[in-house]
């Protein structure tokens, strides 16, 4: 019996003592595996929700992440006469699509213009591909730069124009106008073009940025061969005459289709037994993966870029605005907010953008479909490039973010596995409507409870939840050196026949991956002073796997309160990232055995100039004392003195200890 898993095309062999046997396996496999689209609930996770008795974590809420940006605090605007004047935030959460009649894929809260009423956002959506019109993903409260993201225009080969669809972009780019930061609040701040070829490793930058005065950027992520033919079938891009306060770009991200075919490629050659290990390199080449997610880097950087530096809307879409649109708006926002580089922010951020928001997960993984009732043709790996996007930055500046690699590898590796209820589905609508929050297991409360062994030690947060427009709360290094460093991500060589992630020295083996203090630091404590987290050599000794984490096993006692719930697949999970891991962890405790050492000392130091002291003041006591005795003092002096004499020893041999 060959079982071949969907998420990484890893195949599990079984061999059944009958033919009986088989055959009764895989008919209760091929049941309970794909239920069909119709019976999810006899999926796993809505089992294992019976049992499961651990609190949850808040559920996602609109109102409370927009408020958290700060995008409905008061403005300050130009006037010629006091200088400035407090209006009004330009933006306002309306509830047009609370029973998702307008947009069935949207969530039930959208933040739109406060010019724009309810009537006028209804026949936007009237223009757009599944009603999906333009509104706010993520802003701040000191100007307008924002992202905003919605399907393509329904244009088709007569040019179709909507005036409520024209009068919803302008007034995006009307707060342009108001802001209070001159030239840079309009738009209109120019930039060297040695710094803009520095930071982007591009020339034309320089035309885009500098020379753009466009108070709304439009980034179409199709190709514009692909955005020009679907004028054919009525819809297509935003012409120019229609929208004159905007500008227009393709940035040539393949569609679905082209991923899909892609990842077949790179799987092939990660889990062949016999490639050419000369040659592999040029395999992964060659299925233009990396080349991918270099492309959904690259936009997401210039979104975050004109976002920032030119403080200017940017429209985000592709053709139905629930894909690529989704990548791109997610990506940019990691570099633009410090939250979601956290490791609570970042379950936000995939809630608002893709869960919310409406990416079709169910299209795309076919949870519980079977080969014969999916549909191939709509299934990609559109979230899990997304993942590997964010990963390569991760990779390359660990510091700046709070969760670690091993943090991605999990979500990645349960979008197909249905353990949990998160990413069942294709809508927010259906979603609610299965009442998945209440009746599945959550993803997040998994990796909530394993926080400990997926955060990063070496975070070192730059911004102290200040205000959001702060420079170093920015992270948007120069796109050649992002670009240019991208890897093959571990992920997809965790289940190669070959060796594949790096071997682990030694002496790494037995090493302790957190200190105590850090462990402290982010809640866990310890119950003594030799407890640790497992060990990387311990990978292999399944037997005591178990034991170990949860604190019984040879290094020692528990971790705290969430340490005896460890899945083990944390740490079978991922063992090439974690040689890196090990490595810098293992340069970090040498650093801190140095600087404990250097503390011992000074504290020796203090401990042997304050013993000094109580016994010069302990002899002067004495000697005070017996003169005090020798001129025939009174008793009850004396008894004072001696007492305070003995308060004196007391502190001597505190200070000794």
Not at 190 to 219: E, Q
Not at 401 to 428: P, Q, V, W
Not at 621 to 637: H, M, R, S, T, W
Request: aromatic fraction near 10%; hydrophobic fraction near 35%.
């Amino acid at each position: 019996l060959i079982i071949i898993c969907k998420g990484t095309n890893l195949r599990l062999h079984l061999v059944p003592s009958t033919q009986a046997e088989a055959m009764s396996a895989f008919q209760l496999l091929q049941g309970y595996a794909f239920p069909g689209r119709q019976g999810l609930e006899f999926l796993f996770t809505f089992e294992g929700k019976k049992t499961d008795q651990t609190p949850s974590l808040p559920p996602y809420s609109a109102s409370v992440e927009f408020n958290r940006q700060k995008i409905f605090s008061v403005r300050k605007h130009a006037c010629p006469v006091s200088g400035f004047k407090a209006v009004p935030s330009p933006y306002r959460i309306s509830e047009v699509n609370k029973d998702y009649g307008v947009c069935g894929s949207y969530p039930r809260e959208i933040v739109v213009p406060r010019n724009v009423s309810d009537e006028e956002i209804k026949q936007v959506a009237n223009f757009r591909s599944e009603g999906r019109l333009p509104i706010m993903t993520w802003g701040n409260g000191t100007d307008s730069g924002s992202i905003w993201r919605c399907s393509q225009p329904k244009v088709g080969l007569q040019g179709n124009q909507n005036a409520y669809d024209e009068k919803l972009l302008k007034v995006i780019g009307d707060a342009v106008r108001h802001d209070t930061a001159g030239t840079i609040g309009a738009g209109g701040r120019i930039f060297p073009p040695d710094y803009l070829y520095g930071m982007s490793g591009d020339h034309n930058l320089k035309d885009i940025i500098n020379h753009c005065p466009a108070s709304v950027r439009i980034f179409d992520l199709r190709p514009k061969t692909s955005a020009v033919a679907n004028r054919a079938t009525g819809h297509g891009y935003e012409l120019q005459a229609s929208y004159p306060n905007t500008s227009l770009a393709f940035y040539s991200i393949q569609n679905i289709h082209a991923m899909r075919d892609s990842l077949n490629k790179l799987m092939t050659a990660c889990l062949s037994p016999t490639i050419n290990d000369m040659t592999f390199g040029k395999a992964v080449e060659d299925s233009h993966w990396l080349t991918h997610v270099k492309g959904v880097i690259a936009a997401s950087w210039e979104v975050a870029f004109v976002v920032s530096h030119k403080k200017v809307p940017a429209l985000v879409h592709c053709s139905h605005g629930w894909d690529r649109t989704s990548q791109v708006c997610a990506l940019a926002q990691v570099f633009l907010d410090p939250f979601y580089r956290t490791f609570d922010g970042f379950k936000v951020l995939v809630e608002k953008d893709w869960l919310s928001f409406g990416h079709p997960f169910q299209l795309r993984c076919a949870h519980g479909e079977g080969k014969h009732e999916r549909n191939d043709e709509q299934m990609s790996p559109i979230f899990l490039q997304f993942l590997d996007s964010v990963w390569q930055l991760v990779n390359l500046f660990p510091s700046t973010f709070e969760f670690n690699s091993r943090y991605l590898m999990l979500i990645a590796k349960h979008i197909y596995s249905c353990r949990f209820g998160t990413f069942l589905y294709n809508t927010d609508k259906e979603r609610v409507g299965g009442d998945i929050s209440d009746r599945t297991l959550s993803l997040w409360d998994f990796l909530a409870k394993n926080r400990l062994h997926l955060t990063n030690p070496f975070y070192k947060p730059k911004w102290l939840g200040l205000s959001f427009s702060s420079e170093d709360q920015l992270f948007l290094p120069p796109l050649p050196t992002i670009l240019r460093r991208v890897s093959l991500w571990d992920f997809f060589l965790k289940d190669s026949p070959k060796e594949s992630m790096g071997v682990l020295p030694e002496f790494l083996k037995n090493f302790k991956f957190v200190s105590s203090e850090i462990e402290q630091k982010l809640g866990g404590g310890r119950d003594s002073e030799e407890s640790g987290l497992t060990s990387l050599g311990e990978e292999e000794e399944q037997d005591d796997e178990d034991d170990s984490l949860a604190g019984g096993g040879k290094n020692g006692g528990s971790v705290g309160p969430d340490r005896t719930d460890v899945d083990p697949e944390i740490f079978s999970l991922q063992r090439g990232a974690d040689v890196m891991e090990a490595w810098m962890h293992a340069s970090w405790s040498t650093i801190h055995e140095q600087e404990k050492a250097l503390m011992k000392a000074r504290l020796q130091k203090t401990l042997a100039r304050e013993l000094s002291v109580s016994q010069r003041k302990m002899k002067s006591a004495e000697a005070f004392v017996e003169d005090l005795k020798a001129g025939g003092e009174e008793e009850d002096e004396i008894q004072t003195l001696k007492k305070r004499v003995e308060e004196l020893e007391l502190q001597l041999v505190a200070a000794t200890a």
